[in-house]
T-cell receptor, first 108, second 118 residues
């Protein structure tokens, strides 16, 4: 079973920041938090991952709480093309199971 | 980033026939590949982990004899759906980590195969 919990859906206005939460209260010390997104009928796309420090790349920022039990993916300026299902995954050795994800809809 | 190529993109077959799906890592070696199945409006479900040179590891409830996995080289894994039936119709996706054995590697996905069994 997936080790994460996410809200099923969220809306965001175009140009605003989209903040997607994820709970992973049973995460182990050596497990990373990954974020992927899937646009309809395509393979998932890697966004970002982290262990305990906050991470930022050209796509997004990842904020992980100090106790590592939850994290937030931030898309700083959402566009209509960011509409997708976003998956938060806790990565164990040879284990990449997906939860239900959050369907993000960016509205004009 | 690394590229995983999956073919075919879609396939329609008659009930009772077998279908082979290929997954190739184009610019890196993949000792491990993951196979997923996805039904409409649902999340990806891990079916099996394919390991180069050894038997695949199947998830509970996935029939080994129905979903044959072969990982004969470091760049190719295949999934064969044997004696396909309409309930096997689904979106099948493969993926490979760029550094197998590490928990911080990136996982790259193929574009998926939409299987429709008539």
């Amino acid at each position: 079973d997936a080790k994460t919990t996410q809200p099923p859906s969220m809306d965001c206005a175009e140009g605003r920041a989209a903040n997607l939460p994820c709970n992973h209260s049973t995460i182990s010390g050596n497990e990373y938090v990954y974020w992927y997104r899937q646009i309809h009928s395509q393979g998932p796309q890697y966004i970002i991952h982290g262990l305990k420090n906050n991470e930022t790349n050209e796509m997004a920022s990842l904020i992980i709480t100090e106790d590592r039990k939850s994290s937030t993916l931030i898309l700083p300026h959402a566009t209509l093309r960011d509409t997708a299902v976003y998956y938060c995954i806790v990565r164990g050795y040879n284990d990449m199971r997906f939860g239900a994800g959050t369907r993000l809809t960016v509205k004009p | 980033g690394a590229v995983v190529s999956q073919h075919p993109s879609w396939v329609i077959c008659k009930s009772g026939t077998s279908v082979k799906i290929e997954c190739r890592s184009l610019d890196f070696q993949a000792t491990t590949m993951f196979w997923y199945r996805q039904f409409p409006k649902q999340s990806l479900m891990l079916m099996a982990t394919s390991n180069e040179g050894s038997k695949a590891t199947y998830e509970q409830g996935v029939e080994k004899d129905k979903f044959l996995i072969n990982h004969a080289s470091l760049t190719l894994s295949t999934l064969t759906v044997t004696s396909a039936h309409p309930e096997d119709s689904s979106f099948y996706i493969c993926s490979a980590p760029d550094r197998a054995g590490a928990t911080n590697e990136k996982l790259f996905f193929g574009s998926g195969t939409q299987l429709s069994v008539l």
